[in-house]
Protein backbone atom coordinates (compact mmCIF):
# COMPACT_ATOMS: atom_id res chain seq x y z
CA UNK A 1 0.00 0.00 0.00
CA UNK A 2 3.01 2.22 0.90
CA UNK A 3 4.56 1.71 -2.17
CA UNK A 4 1.09 2.44 -4.02
CA UNK A 5 0.69 5.51 -2.68
CA UNK A 6 3.78 6.61 -3.36
CA UNK A 7 3.52 6.05 -7.09
CA UNK A 8 0.03 7.85 -6.94
CA UNK A 9 2.05 10.97 -5.34
CA UNK A 10 5.28 11.12 -8.17
CA UNK A 11 1.93 10.27 -10.64
CA UNK A 12 0.25 13.95 -9.25
CA UNK A 13 3.72 15.42 -9.78
CA UNK A 14 4.27 14.32 -12.86
CA UNK A 15 0.97 15.15 -14.56
CA UNK A 16 0.94 18.38 -13.19
CA UNK A 17 4.21 19.35 -14.83
CA UNK A 18 2.73 17.63 -18.28
CA UNK A 19 -0.63 19.41 -18.01
CA UNK A 20 0.80 23.30 -17.45
CA UNK A 21 2.82 22.98 -20.56
CA UNK A 22 0.41 21.10 -23.12
CA UNK A 23 -3.12 20.88 -21.79
CA UNK A 24 -5.65 19.44 -24.96
CA UNK A 25 -4.28 16.97 -27.60
CA UNK A 26 -6.36 19.15 -30.12
CA UNK A 27 -4.93 22.39 -29.39
CA UNK A 28 -1.12 22.72 -30.77
CA UNK A 29 1.30 24.60 -29.59
CA UNK A 30 1.66 26.86 -32.25
CA UNK A 31 -2.27 26.99 -32.38
CA UNK A 32 -3.27 30.89 -32.36
CA UNK A 33 -5.20 30.85 -28.97
CA UNK A 34 -2.98 27.71 -27.16
CA UNK A 35 -1.28 30.09 -24.23
CA UNK A 36 -4.56 31.33 -23.84
CA UNK A 37 -6.54 27.69 -23.91
CA UNK A 38 -3.44 26.51 -21.39
CA UNK A 39 -3.28 29.17 -19.11
CA UNK A 40 -7.02 29.03 -18.05
CA UNK A 41 -7.84 25.09 -18.45
CA UNK A 42 -4.55 25.27 -15.63
CA UNK A 43 -6.46 27.58 -13.46
CA UNK A 44 -9.63 25.54 -14.12
CA UNK A 45 -11.74 28.24 -15.81
CA UNK A 46 -12.17 26.13 -19.00
CA UNK A 47 -12.08 22.13 -18.93
CA UNK A 48 -12.50 19.82 -21.93
CA UNK A 49 -14.50 17.05 -23.18
CA UNK A 50 -14.46 13.70 -21.25
CA UNK A 51 -12.28 12.40 -24.30
CA UNK A 52 -9.19 14.95 -23.48
CA UNK A 53 -10.03 17.74 -26.14
CA UNK A 54 -10.70 20.91 -25.98
CA UNK A 55 -12.67 21.10 -29.47
CA UNK A 56 -11.73 24.68 -30.00
CA UNK A 57 -14.11 25.33 -32.78
CA UNK A 58 -17.21 24.47 -31.35
CA UNK A 59 -19.43 26.72 -29.96
CA UNK A 60 -20.15 27.72 -26.24
CA UNK A 61 -23.49 28.54 -24.28
CA UNK A 62 -24.77 31.77 -22.35
CA UNK A 63 -24.39 29.19 -19.44
CA UNK A 64 -21.36 28.50 -20.17
CA UNK A 65 -20.03 31.31 -20.52
CA UNK A 66 -21.43 33.26 -17.19
CA UNK A 67 -19.84 29.87 -15.48
CA UNK A 68 -16.10 30.71 -16.73
CA UNK A 69 -16.49 34.02 -16.51
CA UNK A 70 -16.86 34.06 -12.85
CA UNK A 71 -14.48 31.38 -12.43
CA UNK A 72 -11.92 33.61 -14.70
CA UNK A 73 -12.51 36.51 -11.99
CA UNK A 74 -12.19 33.87 -9.44
CA UNK A 75 -15.39 34.84 -7.87
CA UNK A 76 -16.88 31.32 -7.48
CA UNK A 77 -17.17 31.65 -4.02
CA UNK A 78 -18.89 34.78 -3.82
CA UNK A 79 -22.59 34.53 -1.72
CA UNK A 80 -25.55 36.31 -3.50
CA UNK A 81 -28.44 37.77 -1.22
CA UNK A 82 -31.12 38.75 -3.88
CA UNK A 83 -31.07 36.17 -6.76
CA UNK A 84 -33.42 37.20 -9.64
CA UNK A 85 -35.97 34.83 -11.17
CA UNK A 86 -35.80 33.59 -14.84
CA UNK A 87 -38.39 31.63 -16.48
CA UNK A 88 -36.56 29.18 -17.75
CA UNK A 89 -34.12 28.39 -15.11
CA UNK A 90 -34.50 27.06 -11.67
CA UNK A 91 -32.30 26.74 -8.56
CA UNK A 92 -31.87 23.59 -9.17
CA UNK A 93 -29.69 24.32 -12.82
CA UNK A 94 -26.42 23.96 -12.77
CA UNK A 95 -25.15 26.92 -13.50
CA UNK A 96 -27.82 28.83 -11.75
CA UNK A 97 -25.38 30.41 -9.22
CA UNK A 98 -22.41 31.78 -12.05
CA UNK A 99 -26.09 33.04 -13.53
CA UNK A 100 -26.04 34.85 -10.59
CA UNK A 101 -22.99 36.08 -9.67
CA UNK A 102 -22.53 37.42 -13.25
CA UNK A 103 -26.10 39.74 -12.76
CA UNK A 104 -24.55 40.98 -9.04
CA UNK A 105 -21.14 41.91 -10.93
CA UNK A 106 -22.89 43.97 -13.62
CA UNK A 107 -21.42 41.10 -16.27
CA UNK A 108 -24.75 41.00 -17.99
CA UNK A 109 -27.84 43.42 -17.59
CA UNK A 110 -29.96 42.04 -15.17
CA UNK A 111 -33.59 41.71 -16.38
CA UNK A 112 -37.13 42.11 -14.52
CA UNK A 113 -37.79 39.11 -12.92
CA UNK A 114 -39.25 36.72 -15.14
CA UNK A 115 -37.97 36.77 -18.15
CA UNK A 116 -35.88 34.25 -19.95
CA UNK A 117 -32.04 34.19 -19.50
CA UNK A 118 -31.70 31.25 -22.23
CA UNK A 119 -29.03 29.40 -21.06
CA UNK A 120 -28.52 26.87 -23.82
CA UNK A 121 -28.78 29.20 -26.52
CA UNK A 122 -24.70 30.36 -27.93
CA UNK A 123 -23.34 33.32 -26.97
CA UNK A 124 -22.32 35.72 -29.56
CA UNK A 125 -19.12 37.50 -29.90
CA UNK A 126 -20.95 40.52 -28.75
CA UNK A 127 -22.33 39.03 -25.77
CA UNK A 128 -19.27 37.56 -24.79
CA UNK A 129 -17.14 40.69 -25.43
CA UNK A 130 -19.82 42.97 -23.39
CA UNK A 131 -19.43 40.97 -20.61
CA UNK A 132 -15.62 41.53 -20.44
CA UNK A 133 -15.86 45.02 -21.17
CA UNK A 134 -18.27 45.11 -18.30
CA UNK A 135 -16.15 43.41 -15.78
CA UNK A 136 -13.67 46.45 -15.99
CA UNK A 137 -13.77 50.24 -15.02
CA UNK A 138 -13.69 52.67 -18.41
CA UNK A 139 -13.55 55.56 -19.83
CA UNK A 140 -17.11 56.72 -21.20
CA UNK A 141 -17.04 57.24 -24.87
CA UNK A 142 -19.89 58.65 -27.54
CA UNK A 143 -21.21 55.93 -30.26
CA UNK A 144 -19.64 58.34 -32.80
CA UNK A 145 -16.28 58.01 -30.63
CA UNK A 146 -16.74 54.27 -30.90
CA UNK A 147 -17.72 54.29 -35.20
CA UNK A 148 -15.10 56.03 -35.51
CA UNK A 149 -12.71 53.65 -33.99
CA UNK A 150 -14.60 50.27 -34.80
CA UNK A 151 -14.52 51.71 -39.10
CA UNK A 152 -10.72 52.30 -39.23
CA UNK A 153 -9.84 48.88 -38.13
CA UNK A 154 -12.65 46.37 -39.43
CA UNK A 155 -15.21 46.37 -42.66
CA UNK A 156 -18.35 45.44 -40.76
CA UNK A 157 -18.93 47.74 -38.71
CA UNK A 158 -21.89 48.69 -40.01
CA UNK A 159 -23.92 45.63 -39.22
CA UNK A 160 -22.85 46.26 -35.65
CA UNK A 161 -26.22 46.13 -33.05
CA UNK A 162 -26.72 49.37 -31.59
CA UNK A 163 -26.77 47.73 -28.30
CA UNK A 164 -23.08 46.81 -28.85
CA UNK A 165 -22.02 49.70 -30.57
CA UNK A 166 -20.19 51.70 -27.02
CA UNK A 167 -18.51 48.14 -25.66
CA UNK A 168 -17.72 47.02 -29.20
CA UNK A 169 -15.45 50.16 -29.25
CA UNK A 170 -14.17 50.24 -26.07
CA UNK A 171 -13.22 46.91 -26.39
CA UNK A 172 -10.81 48.19 -29.80
CA UNK A 173 -9.61 51.24 -27.20
CA UNK A 174 -8.39 48.51 -24.79
CA UNK A 175 -6.83 46.05 -27.17
CA UNK A 176 -9.66 43.17 -26.24
CA UNK A 177 -10.98 42.85 -29.60
CA UNK A 178 -10.49 39.15 -29.96
CA UNK A 179 -10.14 38.66 -34.04
CA UNK A 180 -9.52 34.78 -35.38
CA UNK A 181 -6.26 34.92 -37.71
CA UNK A 182 -7.31 35.56 -41.05
CA UNK A 183 -6.14 35.63 -44.88
CA UNK A 184 -10.08 38.00 -45.05
CA UNK A 185 -10.38 41.61 -43.77
CA UNK A 186 -11.01 41.78 -40.05
CA UNK A 187 -14.41 41.80 -39.36
CA UNK A 188 -16.48 42.18 -35.93
CA UNK A 189 -18.31 39.13 -36.38
CA UNK A 190 -20.58 40.32 -33.51
CA UNK A 191 -23.68 38.16 -34.09
CA UNK A 192 -22.11 35.20 -34.86
CA UNK A 193 -21.49 33.16 -32.11
CA UNK A 194 -18.16 32.65 -30.30
CA UNK A 195 -15.89 29.72 -30.63
CA UNK A 196 -14.52 28.39 -27.59
CA UNK A 197 -10.49 29.51 -28.53
CA UNK A 198 -12.31 33.16 -29.22
CA UNK A 199 -14.20 32.56 -25.12
CA UNK A 200 -10.78 31.87 -24.08
CA UNK A 201 -9.09 34.66 -25.61
CA UNK A 202 -12.05 37.45 -24.28
CA UNK A 203 -11.97 35.69 -20.80
CA UNK A 204 -7.95 36.21 -20.95
CA UNK A 205 -8.19 39.50 -21.73
CA UNK A 206 -10.87 40.38 -19.22
CA UNK A 207 -8.64 38.58 -16.56
CA UNK A 208 -5.82 41.00 -17.51
CA UNK A 209 -7.25 43.75 -17.53
CA UNK A 210 -9.52 43.40 -14.74
CA UNK A 211 -6.40 43.05 -12.39
CA UNK A 212 -5.89 47.21 -13.15
CA UNK A 213 -9.41 48.54 -13.45
CA UNK A 214 -11.90 46.38 -12.07
CA UNK A 215 -15.57 47.20 -12.07
CA UNK A 216 -16.25 48.92 -8.58
CA UNK A 217 -17.96 45.56 -7.49
CA UNK A 218 -15.27 43.49 -8.91
CA UNK A 219 -13.03 46.03 -7.04
CA UNK A 220 -14.55 45.20 -3.84
CA UNK A 221 -14.33 41.66 -4.23
CA UNK A 222 -10.78 41.23 -5.53
CA UNK A 223 -9.35 43.41 -2.61
CA UNK A 224 -6.01 41.61 -1.43
CA UNK A 225 -7.51 38.82 1.37
CA UNK A 226 -6.07 39.66 5.20
CA UNK A 227 -6.56 37.55 8.41
CA UNK A 228 -5.00 36.69 11.48
CA UNK A 229 -2.15 33.50 11.20
CA UNK A 230 1.33 33.02 10.82
CA UNK A 231 3.47 35.88 9.76
CA UNK A 232 5.85 34.65 7.09
CA UNK A 233 8.31 37.82 8.07
CA UNK A 234 10.27 37.49 5.05
CA UNK A 235 7.39 37.37 2.42
CA UNK A 236 7.19 40.15 0.03
CA UNK A 237 3.91 41.77 -1.80
CA UNK A 238 4.09 43.27 -5.14
CA UNK A 239 0.61 44.85 -6.39
CA UNK A 240 -1.64 41.86 -5.72
CA UNK A 241 1.04 39.37 -5.96
CA UNK A 242 2.82 37.69 -2.51
CA UNK A 243 5.77 35.58 -2.76
CA UNK A 244 6.85 33.31 0.10
CA UNK A 245 10.59 33.31 -0.76
CA UNK A 246 13.04 30.09 -1.10
CA UNK A 247 14.24 29.36 2.30
CA UNK A 248 11.18 30.90 4.27
CA UNK A 249 10.11 28.35 7.30
CA UNK A 250 6.02 27.55 7.89
CA UNK A 251 4.74 25.38 10.30
CA UNK A 252 3.29 22.05 9.26
CA UNK A 253 0.55 20.24 11.37
CA UNK A 254 0.83 16.42 10.83
CA UNK A 255 -2.03 14.09 10.56
CA UNK A 256 -0.23 11.33 11.87
CA UNK A 257 2.28 9.87 14.46
CA UNK A 258 6.25 9.81 12.31
CA UNK A 259 9.03 8.65 14.56
CA UNK A 260 12.91 8.05 14.03
CA UNK A 261 12.00 4.34 15.61
CA UNK A 262 9.30 3.08 13.85
CA UNK A 263 8.76 5.24 10.54
CA UNK A 264 10.57 4.36 7.37
CA UNK A 265 12.04 5.98 4.66
CA UNK A 266 9.66 6.45 2.00
CA UNK A 267 6.74 6.50 4.07
CA UNK A 268 4.12 9.40 3.14
CA UNK A 269 2.38 12.19 5.35
CA UNK A 270 -0.07 14.58 5.06
CA UNK A 271 -0.53 17.66 7.23
CA UNK A 272 -2.19 20.70 7.13
CA UNK A 273 -1.86 24.53 7.11
CA UNK A 274 -3.46 25.00 10.85
CA UNK A 275 -3.02 28.55 10.82
CA UNK A 276 -3.33 31.19 7.71
CA UNK A 277 -0.09 31.86 6.37
CA UNK A 278 0.03 35.68 6.35
CA UNK A 279 2.40 38.30 5.47
CA UNK A 280 3.58 41.68 7.85
CA UNK A 281 0.40 43.46 6.38
CA UNK A 282 -1.46 40.38 7.28
CA UNK A 283 -2.59 39.62 3.82
CA UNK A 284 -3.54 35.78 3.29
CA UNK A 285 -0.98 34.14 1.71
CA UNK A 286 -1.89 30.36 2.14
CA UNK A 287 -5.24 29.86 3.86
CA UNK A 288 -5.62 27.73 6.97
CA UNK A 289 -6.78 24.56 6.09
CA UNK A 290 -4.69 23.83 2.72
CA UNK A 291 -3.68 20.37 2.73
CA UNK A 292 0.43 19.31 2.17
CA UNK A 293 2.12 16.08 0.84
CA UNK A 294 4.75 14.46 0.73
CA UNK A 295 7.28 11.50 2.47
CA UNK A 296 9.69 10.85 4.98
CA UNK A 297 13.20 10.80 3.03
CA UNK A 298 15.36 10.09 5.89
CA UNK A 299 14.72 8.10 8.74
CA UNK A 300 17.69 6.93 11.49
CA UNK A 301 16.38 5.45 14.72
CA UNK A 302 18.59 6.89 17.61
CA UNK A 303 21.03 3.90 18.95
CA UNK A 304 22.78 4.26 22.21
CA UNK A 305 26.32 5.55 22.09
CA UNK A 306 25.91 5.03 18.28
CA UNK A 307 23.74 8.16 16.84
CA UNK A 308 20.63 10.44 17.67
CA UNK A 309 18.18 9.98 15.57
CA UNK A 310 17.24 11.36 11.84
CA UNK A 311 13.60 12.68 10.72
CA UNK A 312 13.42 14.80 7.68
CA UNK A 313 10.56 14.80 5.74
CA UNK A 314 10.36 16.48 1.94
CA UNK A 315 7.19 17.79 1.12
CA UNK A 316 6.32 17.98 -2.63
CA UNK A 317 2.62 19.40 -3.23
CA UNK A 318 -0.12 21.78 -1.51
CA UNK A 319 -3.94 21.78 -1.95
CA UNK A 320 -5.35 24.69 -1.48
CA UNK A 321 -8.89 26.18 -0.47
CA UNK A 322 -9.34 26.45 -4.60
CA UNK A 323 -8.78 22.39 -5.12
CA UNK A 324 -5.65 23.52 -6.47
CA UNK A 325 -3.06 21.36 -6.23
CA UNK A 326 0.37 22.26 -6.89
CA UNK A 327 4.39 22.38 -6.17
CA UNK A 328 5.09 23.34 -2.74
CA UNK A 329 8.60 22.01 -2.32
CA UNK A 330 10.00 22.09 1.71
CA UNK A 331 11.91 19.97 3.50
CA UNK A 332 11.31 19.68 7.43
CA UNK A 333 14.91 18.50 9.70
CA UNK A 334 13.16 17.13 12.69
CA UNK A 335 15.05 18.66 15.57
CA UNK A 336 14.26 18.61 20.16
CA UNK A 337 14.95 21.93 21.19
CA UNK A 338 18.09 21.35 23.85
CA UNK A 339 19.34 24.11 26.13
CA UNK A 340 23.12 24.18 25.94
CA UNK A 341 23.62 21.23 28.73
CA UNK A 342 21.58 18.86 26.76
CA UNK A 343 23.46 19.68 23.35
CA UNK A 344 26.64 18.73 25.03
CA UNK A 345 24.71 15.47 26.71
CA UNK A 346 23.55 14.39 23.03
CA UNK A 347 27.16 15.00 21.60
CA UNK A 348 28.70 12.62 23.98
CA UNK A 349 25.96 10.16 24.48
CA UNK A 350 24.01 9.31 21.69
CA UNK A 351 21.12 7.55 21.11
CA UNK A 352 18.37 11.02 20.89
CA UNK A 353 14.63 9.44 19.65
CA UNK A 354 12.73 11.85 17.29
CA UNK A 355 9.01 12.04 16.90
CA UNK A 356 5.94 13.99 16.10
CA UNK A 357 2.72 13.32 17.85
CA UNK A 358 -0.79 13.67 15.57
CA UNK A 359 -1.42 17.24 15.35
CA UNK A 360 2.42 18.13 16.89
CA UNK A 361 4.21 20.32 14.43
CA UNK A 362 7.16 20.31 11.82
CA UNK A 363 8.92 23.00 10.57
CA UNK A 364 9.25 23.26 6.73
CA UNK A 365 11.58 25.14 5.06
CA UNK A 366 10.71 26.17 1.36
CA UNK A 367 13.57 25.42 -1.09
CA UNK A 368 11.22 26.91 -4.10
CA UNK A 369 9.62 30.30 -4.12
CA UNK A 370 5.75 30.40 -3.87
CA UNK A 371 3.79 33.07 -5.48
CA UNK A 372 0.43 34.02 -4.73
CA UNK A 373 -2.11 35.62 -5.81
CA UNK A 374 -3.69 37.60 -2.93
CA UNK A 375 -6.75 38.86 -4.30
CA UNK A 376 -8.15 34.83 -4.53
CA UNK A 377 -5.57 32.39 -2.89
CA UNK A 378 -4.20 31.33 -6.37
CA UNK A 379 -0.86 30.15 -6.88
CA UNK A 380 0.99 30.98 -9.75
CA UNK A 381 3.21 28.48 -11.29
CA UNK A 382 6.32 29.26 -12.74
Given at each position: MKKLLKGVLFTVIAVLTVTAANAFPDVSDDYW?????????????????????????????????ASMAIKALGQQNTKIVQPVDFSDITREYWAYDAIQKALYFDLISSPKNGE?????????????????VNALTTEEISVQKAKEVLSKAYVDTHTIPEWFIIPAGKAEILGMMVIMPTKDKAKVE??????????????????????????????????????????????????SIGTIPAGAVVPVELTEYISSQ?????????GRAAQNYVTKDKFILVKEGATLKGQLVDVRPGKWFVRNG??????????????????????????????????FVRFCFKGEKLEVQAEGFVNLKL????????????????
Amino acid sequence: MKKLLKGVLFTVIAVLTVTAANAFPDVSDDYWAASQINLLAEQGVIVGYPDGTFKPDENVTRAEFASMAIKALGQQNTKIVQPVDFSDITREYWAYDAIQKALYFDLISSPKNGEPFRPDDSVSRAESLSVAVNALTTEEISVQKAKEVLSKAYVDTHTIPEWFIIPAGKAEILGMMVIMPTKDKAKVEAERPATRAEVAAILFKMMEQAKLNPNAKLAEAMRKKTGEGFVVESATVQGSIGTIPAGAVVPVELTEYISSQTSEAGDLYLGRAAQNYVTKDKFILVKEGATLKGQLVDVRPGKWFVRNGVLILDNALITTENDQTVKFSGVADVKKHRNWFMKFVRFCFKGEKLEVQAEGFVNLKLLKPVVVDLTNGWIIEE
